[in-house]
């Protein structure tokens, strides 16, 4: 029987990744994948597209639909993170299972909060750029506070 193949937010394993350089690093989901047998392969859309430490975003609804803006300068970062996404799936066709950090706009599988333009909260059951791909191409997806 083959090892499942799980792709992994980076800050989990321990890489300062994180927009604000923070370590989010959550050993016991590691172990726990370890112990299962499974390969892991990291990504990390953000810092890929804008590098470390960078502004932070949020997922907002706009009337063009959801997007990935950043909290203060509402920079557009939507189209590279999904760009990244898809080149990362495409590359990586035997991924079988995706372990997003809880909460993240890019990879959230069902915590990422969403906001309405004038910064209201409106949902915090969300998926987040990265882990809605994840998810469109049928793979199973869990924050890593839910493995």
């Known amino acids: 029987m083959m090892a499942k193949k799980a792709a992994v937010s980076a800050c989990l394993l321990g890489r ?3 927009y604000n350089g923070e370590i ?4 016991e989901a590691i172990e ?5 047998g499974c390969e892991i392969v990291e990504f990390c859309p953000e810092e890929a597209c804008f590098g470390t430490p960078r502004e932070a975003m949020d997922l907002t609804l706009t009337p063009e639909g959801v997007k990935a803006l950043t909290k203060f300068t509402k920079e557009d970062r939507t189209t590279p993170v999904a760009d990244y996404a898809e080149t990362f799936f495409t590359q990586n066709p035997d991924i ?12 959230g599988v069902r915590t990422a909060r969403l906001y309405d333009e004038e910064g209201n909260l409106i949902s915090e059951k969300e998926s987040g750029i990265m882990a809605a791909e994840a998810k469109v191409r049928g793979i199973e997806a869990v924050d890593d506070e839910n493995l």
């Open 16 to 18: 300062n990744c994180r």
């Open 24 to 27: 989010k690093e959550n050993k």
């Open 32 to 36: 726990k994948l370890k112990r299962a």
């Open 96 to 107: 079988d299972l995706f372990v997003g950090k809880a909460r993240s706009p890019s990879c």
